[in-house]
């Protein structure tokens, strides 16, 4: 029952470290997306992916990269953190048909 | 290109009060809508959808969201606004014919005791 997992939930970075966040979903859907979210901005769309093996860009792609070795798992990377990518950070996957989303709880991220 | 507009980027009411949040959208086919509610710290929750049907459609927590195809609207409606109400409020478009399901800005909801 635990539908899409973000990991680490809270993380500080010094500027010019990299990190990666893993999403992991277990309900079997082909369509992943990470986005960003800051005050006044709403969602903006960073990268996504529409099955494994496959990433596209996003709205705001920049300074980010994605991998999707694995259906279940989607991986947003930072290989060097700016303080402009300080952030909540949501990954969300979608039934197909449909377009519905589901979301992970977030990914709170400092870059000093 | 699909587009959603929350013009409200605040919306206050007083405990008890009825609420409605407006959206509207810009689609070329028939859509799919949904309103996702984020409650302060949280990720976002699926609170209704509309696929097709009856342009009534009831989601959880009382909510409420008509489809008016003529105005390009699908308005969230509750009758009475509870505090725990207070959250940020999205709209979203969506459809399998597109990989992108794209959100409004939100409207924040401010309860008053």
């Known amino acids: 029952n635990a539908g899409v997992t973000q990991t680490p939930k809270f993380r500080v970075l010094k500027t010019g470290q990299s990190m990666t966040l893993l999403c992991a979903q277990d309900?079997?859907?082909?369509?992943m997306y990470w986005y960003r979210q800051d005050p006044g901005m709403g969602l903006r769309l960073i990268h996504y992916s529409v099955g494994e093996g496959t990433t596209a860009k996003g709205e705001v792609p920049d300074g980010y990269n994605v991998s999707r070795l694995k259906k279940q798992n989607f991986l947003l990377g930072l290989e060097s953190a700016a303080p402009s990518q300080t952030s909540v950070y949501f990954c969300a996957s979608r039934v197909t048909n449909t377009g519905e989303l589901f979301f992970g709880e977030g990914s709170r991220l400092t870059v000093l | 290109a699909q587009s959603v507009t929350q013009p409200d980027i605040h919306i206050t009411v007083s405990e008890g009060a009825s609420l409605e949040l407006r959206c509207n959208y810009s689609?070329?086919?028939?859509?799919?809508l949904f309103w996702y509610v984020q409650s302060p710290g949280q990720g976002l929750q699926l609170l209704l959808k509309?696929?097709?049907?009856?342009?009534l459609v009831q989601g959880i927590k009382g909510f409420e969201a008509e489809f008016k195809r003529s105005q390009s609207s699908f308005n969230l409606r509750k009758p009475s606004v509870h505090w725990s109400d207070a959250a940020e409020y999205f709209c979203?478009?969506?459809?399998?014919?597109?990989?992108?399901?794209?959100f409004g800005r939100g409207t924040s909801l401010i309860v008053h005791p």
């Open positions: 309900m079997n859907h082909e369509y």
């Open positions: 979203a478009v969506g459809s399998g014919g597109s990989y992108i399901p794209t």
């Open positions: 509309y696929f097709s049907g009856d342009t």
């Open positions: 689609y070329g086919a028939t859509p799919y």
